[in-house]
Nanobody, 123 residues
């Protein structure tokens, strides 16, 4: 059974950095993309970043562009989200997800989801 397991969340001061990891167990070579989505308390889920598996293209929400970097280690079947210059408004549960059916690059529709990891940025 395919699983996505996130790690790397935690508490950090504003301006700090964190790196989230998402390890996939199972075959993901046929997937279209993997992404990070976040949900803050009382708010809807929000697209953060996307990695297209076929060509390595990346896409970012305007709110994180220039501060976050999504990357993938094929050998480890792991996707990362390097988060720099963190702001209190980045506080949320961050989910890793996988799309094998080819939804849009910023779509919130995914076939597989991780359990989420909490990121808290203090001011």
């Amino acid at each position: 059974q395919l699983q996505l397991v996130e790690s790397g969340g935690g508490l950090v001061q504003a301006g700090g950095s964190l790196r989230l990891s998402c390890a996939a167990s199972g075959r993901t070579f046929s997937w279209y993309k993997m992404g990070w989505i976040r949900q803050a308390p009382g708010k809807e889920r929000e697209f953060v970043a996307t990695f297209i598996l076929s060509d390595g293209s990346t896409y970012y929400a305007d709110s994180v562009k220039g501060r976050f970097i999504i990357s993938r280690d094929n050998a480890k079947n792991t996707v990362y989200l390097q988060m720099n210059s963190l702001k209190p408004e980045d506080t949320a549960v961050y989910y890793c997800a996988g799309d094998e059916r080819g939804y849009g690059t910023s779509s919130l529709i995914y076939d597989y989801w991780g359990q989420g990891t909490q990121v808290t940025v203090s001011s």
